[in-house]
């Protein structure tokens, strides 16, 4: 499995980018989908997670009701909307698959993924 982020750049608090991550693989869509995010100086920080079928999601506290994970499994993608940006939230954000048989969403470490996109960078500037 290989994954592709892209859609990062620099963007004035309060504002919105969508980030993308296309996947390749026949079976893309029995993944769990997660993102997470890696600010400089600090440990990668899960931010959100997509089941297999896109009905379930879940988001860590701090970005509830900013962020929206959804994804194409005709097109073998996941997208993460970012509404109403703030500085804290610049950090590298990185897409992750979860192939391993999956019982739930809930999975938030980095461990829980079996495969990662390069990343790619947020900067929210105040």
């Known amino acids: 499995v290989q994954l592709q982020a892209s859609g990062g750049g620099l963007v004035q608090a309060g504002g919105s980018l969508r980030l993308s991550c296309a996947a390749s693989g026949r079976t893309f869509s029995r993944y769990v989908m997660g993102w997470f995010r890696q600010a400089p100086g600090k440990e990668r920080e899960f931010v959100g997670a997509?089941?297999?079928?896109?009905?379930?999601?879940y988001y860590v506290d701090s970005v509830k009701g900013r962020f929206t994970i959804s994804r194409d499994n005709a097109k073998n993608t996941v997208s993460l909307q970012m509404n109403s940006l703030k500085p804290e939230d610049t950090a590298v954000y990185y897409c992750a698959a979860r192939t391993r048989s999956s019982a739930s969403i809930y999975y938030l470490n980095p461990p829980d993924y079996d495969y990662w996109g390069q990343g790619t960078e947020v900067t929210v500037s105040s």
């Open positions: 997509i089941s297999w079928s896109g009905s379930y999601t």
